[in-house]
């Protein structure tokens, strides 16, 4: 079990999360997984809003 410090959405406080290695390894996959279907994708320009 490995606990950590984390500051929680809507608390001013870290709070105390404990979790096994392999649940903080999916935590940190799925974060990464999410972030890469809400950014661009590597190379793609961000479309333009200019008219023209």
Not at 9 to 36: A, F, H, I, Y
Not at 39 to 52: I, Q, V
């Amino acid at each position: 079990m490995v606990c950590r410090r984390e500051r929680v959405v809507g608390s001013n406080r870290p709070q105390k999360v404990c979790l096994t290695r392999q649940q903080w390894q999916e935590q940190r996959d799925n974060s990464r997984q999410m972030m890469d279907r809400t950014s661009p994708g590597r190379g793609e320009e961000l479309p333009s809003n200019r008219a023209g």
